[in-house]
């Protein structure tokens, strides 16, 4: 039997959605990192040299503040690797000088430790080597809130342009700045949330899921970082079965994939065996690449995975790439994640997807799942 106070709860709820006030506020404890889409230029994911392609360098950057002082340092989201990674003063970040607003000075701060391990990391096919030391420090947010002794690593030698934040899988909770994150009570589940909007904007949102943001229900993966995907159904109606597991990377700038599919793929658009392809027939067709990922397909536009060359405009090349750069691991990077909302739990050990919706209204729940 309902008591009165149930039923009169109930009708205060119902009148608050009938005239759309919330009651209270959903859910505040998150946090807002805002992405922009940078142009870097790269070593990690470039190809050994005799393959005939090139990285344009698009990435999603954000700023963090480092240390007492707050230095905010730019760095890429790496949703591929695991801890942050920044270059410090005097570093090389792809054979070149660093970025200035890329580089940290531990000098300026008054809380750095230095625990002077090396600290080297491998990324792509693992010929991109960044090397550096373990430090620890306080990472701040906007509102003031921090991370305290914060583990990371300070560069000498840095494999890309400017500092990579990595906030993937990992056992190691202390240096991961999702789980740090959780640790320092600023969120309650150790996941986050990637949108990627027009116009270069984009979101990083910790601690929560932000429902306006994408189409229908999202998917949801029991996978810590690869799942088994189902098929790519080419334009024509050509359905290639992924023989592999494939993972979601916003590091990646393509999409790295078994030779058989790359091969079968540019057969079918007429691109030659180096990814050479005559723009009319891939950009702005009207037509898709589906992603059959089991519980849901992702139609993404062809336009998404080519770009003109600048010597010859009528020709493009191709962010479809085999996958003997990412050492045979197949990853699926921004042209695909750009056109869905990207849900990681690293906690639960579980990722959402959902087709992307544009908007800036948003609705920020805590993760229900
Ligand atoms: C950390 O300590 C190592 C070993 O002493 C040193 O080589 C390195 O320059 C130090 N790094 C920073 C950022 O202080
Ligand atoms: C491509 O995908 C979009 C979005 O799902 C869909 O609206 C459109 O009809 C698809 N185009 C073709 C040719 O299937
Ligand atoms: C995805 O598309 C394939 C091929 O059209 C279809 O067989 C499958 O049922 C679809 N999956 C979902 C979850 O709609």
């Given at each position: 039997?309902?008591?009165?106070?149930?039923?009169?709860?109930l009708?205060?709820?119902?009148?608050?959605?009938a005239?759309?006030?919330?009651?209270?506020?959903?859910?505040?404890?998150?946090?807002?990192?805002?992405l922009e889409?940078t142009?870097?230029?790269l070593?990690?994911?470039?190809?050994?040299?005799?393959?005939?392609?090139?990285?344009?360098?698009?990435?999603w950057?954000?700023k963090?503040k480092?240390?007492s002082?707050?230095?905010?340092?730019?760095?890429?989201?790496?949703?591929?690797?695991?801890?942050?990674?920044?270059?410090?003063?005097?570093?090389?970040?792809?054979?070149?000088?660093?970025?200035?607003?890329?580089?940290?000075?531990?000098?300026r701060?008054?809380?750095?430790?230095?625990?002077?391990e090396?600290?080297d990391s491998?990324?792509?096919?693992g010929?991109?080597?960044?090397?550096?030391?373990?430090?620890?420090?306080?990472?701040?947010?906007?509102?003031?809130?921090?991370?305290p002794?914060?583990?990371?690593?300070?560069?000498?030698?840095s494999a890309?342009?400017i500092?990579?934040?990595g906030?993937?899988?990992?056992?190691?909770e202390?240096?991961?700045?999702v789980?740090?994150s959780?640790?320092?009570?600023?969120?309650?589940?150790?996941?986050?949330?990637?949108?990627?909007?027009?116009?270069?904007?984009?979101?990083?949102?910790?601690g929560?899921v932000?429902?306006?943001k994408?189409?229908?229900?999202?998917?949801?993966?029991?996978?810590?970082?690869?799942i088994?995907?189902?098929?790519?159904?080419t334009?024509s109606?050509?359905?290639?079965p992924f023989?592999?597991?494939?993972?979601?990377?916003?590091g990646?700038?393509?999409?790295?994939?078994?030779k058989?599919?790359?091969?079968?793929?540019?057969?079918?658009l007429?691109?030659?065996?180096?990814?050479?392809?005559?723009?009319d027939?891939?950009?702005?067709t009207?037509?898709?690449?589906?992603?059959?990922?089991?519980?849901i397909?992702?139609?993404?536009?062809?336009s998404?995975?080519?770009?003109?060359t600048?010597?010859?405009?009528?020709v493009?090349?191709t962010?479809?790439?085999?996958d003997s750069?990412t050492?045979?691991l197949?990853?699926?990077?921004?042209?695909?994640l750009?056109?869905?909302y990207?849900?990681k739990?690293?906690?639960?050990?579980?990722i959402g997807?959902?087709?992307v919706?544009?908007?800036?209204?948003?609705?920020?729940?805590d993760?229900?799942?």
């Amino acid at each position: 039997m309902l008591s009165l106070l149930q039923i009169s709860v109930l009708v205060i709820l119902l009148a608050a959605i009938a005239n759309g006030t919330p009651i209270e506020k959903r859910h505040d404890k998150f946090i807002v990192h805002e992405l922009e889409r940078t142009e870097v230029n790269l070593q990690k994911r470039t190809p050994s040299e005799q393959q005939n392609f090139f990285d344009t360098g698009n990435r999603w950057s954000t700023k963090l503040k480092l240390g007492s002082s707050q230095e905010a340092v730019r760095v890429i989201l790496d949703t591929g690797s695991y801890r942050l990674n920044v270059p410090g003063l005097g570093a090389t970040c792809a054979k070149q000088t660093c970025a200035a607003d890329a580089v940290f000075h531990p000098d300026r701060s008054s809380t750095f430790k230095n625990l002077t391990e090396g600290s080297d990391s491998g990324y792509g096919d693992g010929s991109a080597i960044t090397k550096g030391y373990k430090v620890n420090d306080d990472l701040y947010f906007d509102d003031g809130r921090k991370i305290p002794d914060f583990e990371f690593d300070v560069s000498t030698v840095s494999a890309t342009e400017i500092g990579l934040f990595g906030v993937g899988d990992t056992d190691d909770e202390k240096s991961n700045y999702v789980f740090a994150s959780k640790h320092a009570g600023l969120i309650n589940r150790a996941g986050y949330s990637v949108y990627l909007g027009p116009n270069d904007q984009g979101t990083l949102l910790l601690g929560g899921v932000d429902k306006a943001k994408y189409e229908g229900e999202l998917a949801i993966f029991q996978s810590e970082q690869n799942i088994n995907a189902k098929s790519i159904t080419t334009p024509s109606g050509k359905v290639l079965p992924f023989t592999k597991v494939v993972g979601f990377d916003t590091g990646n700038n393509g999409l790295s994939l078994d030779k058989s599919i790359v091969d079968e793929v540019y057969i079918e658009l007429g691109g030659s065996p180096w990814g050479q392809f005559l723009c009319d027939r891939v950009l702005n067709t009207g037509r898709n690449l589906t992603f059959d990922l089991g519980p849901i397909n992702i139609s993404v536009p062809l336009s998404n995975f080519f770009y003109r060359t600048k010597v010859q405009p009528a020709v493009c090349n191709t962010f479809i790439f085999d996958d003997s750069n990412t050492g045979g691991l197949q990853g699926i990077g921004l042209p695909f994640l750009r056109d869905v909302y990207f849900v990681k739990d690293l906690e639960k050990k579980t990722i959402g997807i959902a087709p992307v919706k544009h908007t800036d209204d948003t609705d920020i729940v805590d993760f229900w799942f």
